[in-house]
Structure formats: C-alpha cells, structure tokens
T-cell receptor, first 114, second 109 residues
C-alpha cells in the first residue's frame, strides 16, 4: 500500500542523546515535511524540503536538522535531545512543494525525552 | 502574528448535524484545509477551499468567507466513527500551513 512510513513508532530517550527519526514515502512526492504536535497547540512545521537536495526551516527548527539525499527519505535528527522536544512527530509529503497541494501524513513517532 | 482559532471541544448526538467554526488571521491566504484526526492516528485530508462558498462532499461540507476570515466544517448524519479531532489549517503567502489546535468532537448515542 502506497504511503508514508515512520520509525520508530515510539521512543523514550535520555536527555543529551542523539536521535534520528526516519521517514520514507513511496508516492514519488517531491515535497516532504516534519511537524511536531503538542497538546493544546496546532501542528508546527520544523523543517521542509521542496525537492531532493534542498531543505528549508519552518516555524520551530532549533535543535533539529534534516537531510534529503533522495526523493523517498527525509530523516529528522535531534543532535542533543532536551525534555521540551517531547512530542509526537509527524512526517508528511505532497506532490509538489511551494503550492497548494494536499499534504499526506505518516502515522507519527511518539518521542519522550527524560 | 498568525492565528487560527477553533473551539477546543464540541459534543453532538448520533444522527444530528454539527458545525465546527474556524477563524483565521494569516500573512496571506492560499487556501484553507480541513483534516480529521482520530486519537493516536495521523491527520487525514477532508477538504480544501480557496474561493468563497460551500463545497459539499458527501456528509461533509466546508464553507469559506475570505472577507470575514472564517470557515466552517459541517458534518451531517453524524456517526460514532466521526468522533475525532478536526483540524483547520490555512496556507499562508509562503505556502506553509498554519494550523489551529483542533476541535475534539464527541459523538453521543
């Protein structure tokens, strides 16, 4: 079934550790996104990529980095995790970036930083 | 700043109709999206409005008034499976989605 997969499903992490959240899509979408979702707040964009080889900063990029080596994969790295990064992380993709294409979401990664 | 407002929680009865409102103030406007999110799951796309008026799609309809910065999602013939959060999101001038916090809809039998 075509779509977006994320790994891990959930993770408990000690503060200060490095962590990479994985995201893969098989829809050949050009654009990909990383959001975090916190209780009482709307989804907030962390980083995005409109095409392989390019990335951009969203609303809350500090403490996170991304890469886009190919069309399918868009990993999100926390270099040194802090408790405020406890959240549910969603990866999304759209056929084209920088326009009004619908974004489709992966199942999410629930991350707890202690 | 940019702001999307929607009610935190609403309750409705199975078989009834419910209207979920969304007001927005954003830097530019390139359309408004509604997504459904069941607890513990990913958001899924429901509708997109960029012109004023009502868009109907089965039991769900979405309305937009750009001059008022206002949209609503109308759900008819409510079913228990409609219990979920409904997220309003506006695409701003940079083609980035600005999200509301979501409205949790509780359906009672």
């Amino acid at each position: 079934i075509a779509g977006i997969t994320q790994a891990p499903t959930s993770q408990i992490l000690a503060a200060g550790r490095r962590m990479t959240l994985r995201c893969t899509q098989d829809m050949r979408h050009n654009a990909m996104y990383w959001y975090r979702q916190d209780l009482g707040l709307g989804l907030r964009l962390i980083h995005y990529s409109n095409t392989a080889g390019t990335t951009g900063k969203g609303e809350v990029p500090d403490g996170y980095s991304v890469s886009r080596a190919n069309t399918d994969d868009f990993p999100l790295t926390l270099a040194s995790a802090v408790p405020s990064q406890t959240s549910v992380y969603f990866c999304a993709s759209s056929e084209v970036g920088g326009n009004t294409d619908t974004q489709y979401f992966g199942p999410g990664t629930r991350l707890t930083v202690l | 700043g940019q702001n999307i407002d929607q009610p935190t929680e609403m309750t409705a009865t199975e078989g009834a109709i419910v209207q979920i409102n969304c007001t927005y103030q954003t830097s530019g406007f390139n359309g408004l999206f509604w997504y459904q999110q069941h607890a513990g799951e990913a958001p899924t796309f429901l509708s997109y409005n960029v012109l004023d008026g009502l868009e109907e799609k089965g039991r769900f309809s979405s309305f937009l008034s750009r001059s008022k910065g206002y949209s609503y999602l109308l759900l008819k013939e409510l079913q228990m499976k409609d219990s979920a959060s409904y997220l309003c999101a506006v695409m701003d001038s940079n083609y980035q989605l600005i999200w509301g916090a979501g409205t949790k809809l509780i359906i009672k039998p």
